[in-house]
């Protein structure tokens, strides 16, 4: 076990307990997870539901603390982060893709894509330019008026991944992205998120099907808030 | 984020949800429109009344009145010779604080017109300063001049109801009776000047209405005694003027009497003048006082009639007035914040997951906040906006309804504090829904259906 994290690593968490309820009956969600993600790297977190992964994404998406121990996010210890620095983290180093989806519905696509940018303070015409620049990567050109109530759940989702994209994250945090497209949207996404792993981003998917899980260079398998598997495919 | 794209963003919502927005402002707009009225009616109010003071001579209008000598100086005050012309002659030695001067005298006497009626009246025996003090407007002719009172001459300047007094089966223009000859106490005068009819605006009106249908020309319908209201009679002793040059009025009159004084040392009815300068109204009070302490040989006798008293009972009764429209207002601008308030938080209870997801891609929680504090900005000042819009409305359809005393005066102050009274309730009313929305937790947040 490592003590002290590598600067180097994207995501590392040691002896990470996340305990939920403070009553008689606390639930502990995580349970000593321990586990480091280098940058580069593709891994797919898996696991029945209440297995702790949801859990385990939101530590790693710096959406919450840990109880104990220690979780690294791009060289950052936000074990003790406040909402102001977790924000900051999520709005610089994390791109998050959704099972839902989550775009704004009355936003059209370019300013749906922007969002991340508005938080960043990035000036108007560099917004745009860089919003342009990530719906080219996911080839959405021709959709940037349009609203997502007009789009396929396939086009959302890729709206939602150059929306993750366009901020250039450290992490690329897929939620079950796959769980509400058919098998063909469902296989245009990871064939996207290959293509950034390809290009060197770090991606972390958070899905309970093996299938899905498979597209992954490695595979963390989650039970009872421990890690039980972390194979290499 | 900033401010600025968080209006943007609130705009946004509002464009959304018109008609929503729309009925969240309708408590903000009535309580603009009825404070906008409000201000309207009661600076209306407050210039007709500064009108009508104008009229009666303004603040700069001070009279000399009698008073009961105190006790220290009772057995001094044989020796004051009262309020007399040399006081007047005095009150000219002061041209850079008094700028007019006018002493009456007044004999209660008959008039009569050969070609019309016999009439009591009261004449007033004054100089031609008399014009300004008493803020006399001429509508025919002239009034006395500098000559008039050298010469003694016997020339008389007629109020309108005097003119329809005598005359009351003649309708004609006021020019008509310039030059016609009436007796004062048998002794003939020439009309030189007819003096404007004097009236509150609303009578004003209210007799252009008539005129309009009626046949009678309306200036003698409304004229006389008997003509007007109780409320009239504020103008009534100035529409009752029969004027003369005071010197005229002294011999004509008053001399050859046993035991006369001379012109100089003649009591006068009233002594009034005008200040310069409102500015310098406490100065040039003192510098009378000091003068006429010269000419009323050191005894305190006289005292100071000025228009403050009456114009702070105006002040006070607007006051009230402001007061329980604002109250009105006020209780509207509550009811609007607490609909502002209420849709707020409906309106985040609806988008939890769209705040969700600005938190996930990097709103701060002051972002949230901002955000929606905006948005209810945005509402409370668009409401102020279309309030002053319905308040416009709401006075015109007020003046169609009844006829107003003083027509609304609608200043830029008025504009100004509605519209601000709304967007702070616009601010005031977002505060806890935007505490609310930024209180929200990220991942129940983006798991919320």
């Not at chain 1, 290009?199 to 309970?208: A, D, K, N, Y």
């Not at chain 2, 000419?295 to 702070?312: C, I, L, S």
């Not at chain 2, 006051?319 to 207002?329: D, M």
């Not at chain 2, 990097?362 to 906040?369: K, L, N, T």
Request: one cysteine or more.
């Amino acid at each position: 076990m490592r003590k002290t994290p590598e600067p180097s690593a994207a995501v590392d968490l040691v002896d990470v307990h996340k305990i939920y309820g403070t009553g008689p009956d606390p639930v502990a969600a995580l349970d000593g997870v321990s586990l480091r993600i280098d940058p580069g790297e593709f891994v797919a977190i898996t696991g029945t539901s209440g297995s702790g992964k949801s859990t385990l994404m939101h530590l790693v998406g710096c959406l919450d603390t840990p109880t104990s121990g220690r979780v690294t996010v791009a060289g950052e210890d936000i074990s003790t982060a406040g909402s102001d620095r977790l924000a900051r983290l999520r709005n610089r180093s994390i791109g998050f893709v959704f099972q839902a989806f989550n775009l704004l519905p009355r936003l059209d696509v370019q300013s749906n894509i922007e969002l991340p940018l508005v938080y960043a303070g990035v000036p108007r015409r560099e917004r745009h330019q860089r919003a342009l620049d990530a719906a080219a990567k996911v080839n959405l050109t021709d959709r940037l008026t349009h609203r997502p109530s007009q789009l396929s759940g396939g086009q959302c989702q890729r709206v939602a991944v150059a929306r993750a994209l366009v901020n250039d994250p450290a992490l690329i945090l897929a939620d079950e992205p796959t769980g509400n497209l058919d098998t063909a949207n469902g296989a245009d996404v990871l064939r996207l998120l290959a293509e950034l792993h390809r290009s060197g981003r770090t991606i972390v998917l958070v899905t309970h099907d093996p299938a899905v899980a498979a597209r992954a260079a490695r595979i963390v398998e989650m039970r009872d808030g421990r890690i039980v598997k972390d194979t290499p495919t | 984020m900033n401010w600025f794209s968080g209006l943007l963003i609130g705009l946004q919502e509002i464009r959304e949800h018109k008609f929503r927005s729309f009925l969240t402002m309708l408590g903000v707009i009535l309580g603009v429109a009825s404070l906008l009225a409000m201000f309207a009616l009661t600076a209306g109010i407050a210039a007709g009344w500064r009108n009508t003071m104008q009229q009666l001579g303004g603040l700069e209008r001070v009279g000399v009145s009698d008073k009961q000598v105190s006790l220290e100086f009772a057995d001094l005050a044989a020796l004051s010779p009262g309020r007399t012309l040399a006081d007047a002659e005095a009150l000219r030695g002061l041209p850079h604080l008094v700028s007019h001067v006018a002493p009456e005298m007044q004999i209660p006497a008959t008039l009569s017109a050969p070609d019309g009626q016999t009439v009591s009246a009261r004449v007033t025996g004054t100089w031609p300063d008399n014009l300004t003090v008493s803020q006399h407007e001429v509508a025919a002719g002239r009034f006395l001049t500098d000559l008039d009172l050298e010469r003694g001459a016997r020339v008389v300047v007629l109020g309108d109801a005097k003119v329809a007094q005598l005359w009351p089966d003649e309708h004609g223009t006021d020019a008509e009776f310039l030059g016609r000859t009436i007796t004062i106490n048998d002794r003939p005068f020439s009309v030189v000047g007819v003096l404007a009819l004097y009236e509150r605006e609303e009578d004003r009106r209210r007799r252009e209405a008539t005129a309009k249908g009626g046949p009678a020309p309306a200036r003698f319908a409304m004229g006389g005694r008997s003509g007007g209201s109780g409320r009239r009679d504020m103008f009534s002793w100035k529409n009752e003027s029969v004027i003369v040059p005071l010197s005229t009025l002294y011999h004509e009159f008053r001399s050859g009497l046993p035991e006369t004084p001379p012109l100089a040392m003649a009591k006068l009815d009233n002594l009034n003048f005008r200040v310069r300068d409102l500015q310098r109204f406490d100065e040039t009070l003192t510098a009378v006082q000091n003068l006429l302490r010269g000419t009323r040989r050191g005894v305190d006798d006289y005292d100071f009639d000025t228009r403050e008293d009456w114009f702070e009972r105006m002040e006070t009764s607007l006051r009230s007035t402001q007061l329980s429209g604002g109250l009105i207002a006020g209780i509207s601008l509550l009811v609007g914040g607490i609909g502002i308030a209420n849709i707020m938080l409906a309106s985040i209870a609806q988008r939890v997951r769209e705040l969700g997801v600005r938190l996930a891609v990097g709103a701060r929680r002051r972002d949230v906040f901002l955000q929606i504090l905006a948005e209810s900005t945005v509402i409370g000042m668009i409401g102020g906006f279309l309030g002053l819009g319905a308040g416009v409305v709401l006075l015109d359809l007020l003046g169609r309804v009844a006829p107003l005393e003083s027509p609304p005066v609608i200043e830029p102050s008025a504009i100004l504090i509605s519209v601000g009274f709304a967007t702070a309730v616009g601010v005031l009313s977002g505060l806890y829904p935007a505490w609310r929305a930024s209180r929200l937790d990220p991942i129940a947040a983006l798991r919320y259906e």
